[in-house]
């Protein structure tokens, strides 16, 4: 466990955050992790998704 407060640990509840609501949530507008105008989901640095279609893979 990383230090209490610790970039460490903001980093890694950030992820966690971010990992739960892309598996988990359904409506973008719930997101609060992202800004879905921006985001793109991109796998082996070939596909990117906009955050609407990211979002029913």
């Known amino acids: 466990a990383w230090p209490k407060g ?3 640990e903001v ?3 950030a992820i966690k ?3 739960m609501e892309l598996s988990h949530k359904t409506r ?3 997101f609060k992790t992202i800004n ?3 985001f793109n989901f991109i796998v082996n640095g ?3 998704l ?3 279609l990211s979002v029913h893979i």
Do not use: F, G, H, R
């Open 46 to 48: 070939i596909l990117a």
């Open 17 to 19: 955050s971010w990992e």
């Open 6 to 8: 610790s970039l460490e």
């Open 36 to 38: 879905p105008e921006k």
């Open 50 to 52: 906009a955050c609407y």
């Open 11 to 13: 980093v890694q509840n």
């Open 28 to 30: 973008i507008k719930d």
